[in-house]
């Protein structure tokens, strides 16, 4: 039986419903008020400079464009590696609505990001994933067989820390 969803690319037509998608995502996540993206902030940084990519799942099929829900987003960019001398897909974030779970959404999605990744010869496939989500690391281990990398620690500067950095100029 087919599955009863679709993924594909994101258009700028579809600015608001990514940006309910990354609500609902930070909800999960228990940080709602974390979300600074807005509308205008999407469009510039997916569509006009694409900074990231996105795609999203839709109930229905591609064909059929009543009564299609959107249920699931993946955000992702491309880095490089230095060791490998290619580029690498970064997955961003993942989010599929919860009663649409355990239907192959996220499964479709790593099978698009594993497409994109070849077709643009990437070395690797990276992501992170919080540690208290158990059901996202036993999916990811498990169904996918990613495996942790547990000699590797998660670093980051948010605004007022990289402007501190013109100290070093």
């Given amino acids: 039986m087919a599955p009863n969803f679709h993924v594909r690319e994101a258009t ?33 940084n997916l569509f006009e400079t694409p900074y990231a990519h996105a795609l999203l799942a839709f109930t229905g099929t591609a064909e059929c464009a009543t009564d ?22 970064y997955l961003e974030d993942l989010y599929v609505k919860p009663e649409y779970r355990s239907l192959g959404i996220g499964k479709a999605f790593f099978g698009q990001l594993g497409k994109i990744a070849q077709e643009k010869n990437c070395a690797r496939l990276d992501w992170s994933v919080l540690k208290w989500n158990q059901p996202s690391i036993d999916f ?19 605004e007022e820390g990289i402007d501190s950095l013109k100290k070093f100029l």
Avoid at 14 to 26: F, G, P, R, S, Y
Avoid at 32 to 42: C, G, M, N, Q, R
Avoid at 142 to 154: T, Y
């Fill in 68 to 89: 299609r829900e959107p249920v699931g987003l993946a955000l992702y960019f491309f880095n490089y590696s230095t060791w490998t001398g290619r580029p690498g897909l």
């Fill in 12 to 44: 700028p037509d579809d600015v608001d419903i990514i940006l309910q998608l990354i609500i609902d995502l930070a909800t999960y996540e228990k940080e709602p008020e974390s979300v600074k993206a807005t509308p205008e902030l999407l469009r510039k």
């Fill in 140 to 158: 990811y281990e498990k169904r996918l067989g990613a495996k942790p990398m547990s000699e590797w620690m998660g670093m980051r500067l948010e």
